[in-house]
């Protein structure tokens, strides 16, 4: 098993609750998929550096799991599809 990092940003227009189980979404994705969560840091509400898509700013969570190689691909399959999802990224460590 590998050590991954995952950032991610959802939409601060996004209700609390909708935020939450977003998050509750991706977590439950790596942990049926045999991984470990280390640790998840949820840092909330952040300004860009610059607009985008017309937004100012984004709700930011961070998360170091342990998981098998196929499952990065499948977390940015999953982020692509899922409304409320500005950016994204999957580190190896």
């Known amino acids: 098993m590998n050590s991954y990092e995952m950032l991610y940003i959802l939409d601060n227009g996004l209700t609390d609750e909708k935020k939450e189980e977003l998050v509750n979404k991706f977590n439950d994705v790596i942990t049926k998929a045999n991984g470990t969560i280390d640790t998840v840091d ?11 898509n017309y937004k100012s700013e984004g709700y930011y969570v961070l998360i170091n799991f342990k998981a098998n190689s196929d499952l990065p691909n499948e977390l940015e399959r999953i982020m692509k599809i899922t409304d409320g999802v500005v950016r994204f990224i999957v580190l190896k460590k």
């Not at 949820?42 to 860009?48: I, N």
């Open 42 to 52: 949820k840092w909330g509400t952040k300004k860009f550096a610059y607009d985008i």
